[in-house]
């Protein structure tokens, strides 16, 4: 169990000390181990954390770590995977706060920021094209609704908060529609 709860530790503070741009940045960091090099969850297993981390209220790191955390080691294990997610961010904190503040309007900071963000951007996609399995997405449907949304959201400026409640609304009205691919 020691060594359960050493893993969850070890994937979790990796994922999170190494990402930049909060939590939704550390996704495709956190799919790596938990997916890919731990192999406790598929991408699909993957997909429905995250999809609940997103419908309770508060940061998704911390809320992915304690679900995967609680699935492998129970509520030792989401107690571990939580402090591992937090801790990093804590530490950034403290140490680099006054680093930051001396240099916000330092030409080589603002550089620097302005790269990394599309970075965070591109890894985001990343994440969202690989979660985006046959057995997710079952039909062209679901490929087009995705396509739509992105282009309210990006190109039409429309908040999101409106996507989705329109996106529930929809599934609430239609749910043999919606599930037709499955």
Do not use: C, H
């Not at 679900?67 to 492998?72: A, D, F, L, R």
């Not at 062209?140 to 529930?168: Q, R, T």
């Amino acid at each position: 169990m020691m060594k359960t709860l050493l893993d969850i530790f070890v994937a979790f503070f990796k994922s999170s000390i190494l990402s930049y741009g909060g939590g939704p940045a550390s996704i495709p960091l956190m799919r790596v181990e938990v997916v890919d090099n731990y192999k406790w969850f598929t991408n699909e297993q993957f997909g429905d954390a995250i999809a609940l981390g997103n419908t309770l209220p508060g940061p998704i790191a911390p809320k992915i770590a304690a679900y995967v955390g609680y699935s492998i080691g129970g509520a030792a294990g989401a107690a571990v995977g939580v402090v591992a997610t937090v801790v990093p961010a804590v530490l950034a904190i403290i140490l680099l706060s006054r680093v930051l503040t001396a240099y916000k309007d330092s030409p080589r900071m603002q550089s620097m920021l302005t790269i990394a963000k599309p970075i965070v951007v591109v890894l985001l996609l990343q994440a969202s094209v690989e979660l985006m399995t046959k057995q997710n997405y079952p039909n062209i449907a679901m490929y087009v609704v995705s396509a739509v949304v992105f282009l309210a959201v990006i190109l039409l400026k429309v908040n999101p908060a409106i996507v989705m409640l329109v996106g529930l609304t929809i599934g609430l009205a239609f749910p043999d529609l919606i599930m037709m691919g499955k």
